[in-house]
């Protein structure tokens, strides 16, 4: 499950919440304008969860810091997604977010951790003695080739990346 459905995606009413908390786009830290319980105001606002991304609770309702600060700079995103566009998940900079679809999230997303070859979406089929390149597209995956070579298979993926993911491809 990801973050976002956990608790982000918990309706933002923009106007309360821009009393409440202060959002310097240049930095992407978000601060307490008025104190809280043990929120005290100028003081930064939330901590880094499990997933690594900031976290705060406002009124018994936990939300993540970017789809605050993004909502405080462009309004309603409650269909959206927000995308960390370096990958950085505390990097709330308002340069550094973006709103995507749950496809468009997901291809952004870093090479997963069991990934083998460092190199996201190549796998080494030891049996064949062969590197796969594969890609998501559409919901579906794709066999991109079968390559002798990892660096073949690098370039393969990368470029389908590009080509079928564009700003949103991530090659790491």
Known sequence: MQPEQEIGMNKIDTEILSKWLDYNHETGIIT???SIGRAKA???AGNINQHGYIELNFKNK???AHRIAYSLVYGDISDKFIDHINGIRD???ICNLRAASREENQRNAKRRKDNKTGIKGVKYVERDKHYV????NGGKQITLGCFKNIEDAR???ESAALKLHGEFANHG
């Open 32 to 34: 307490w304008k008025l």
């Open 42 to 44: 100028g003081k930064i």
């Open 62 to 64: 936990h939300y993540l």
């Open 91 to 93: 990097d709330n900079r």
């Open 133 to 136: 390149a594969t890609i998501r």
């Open 155 to 157: 370039f393969a993926r």
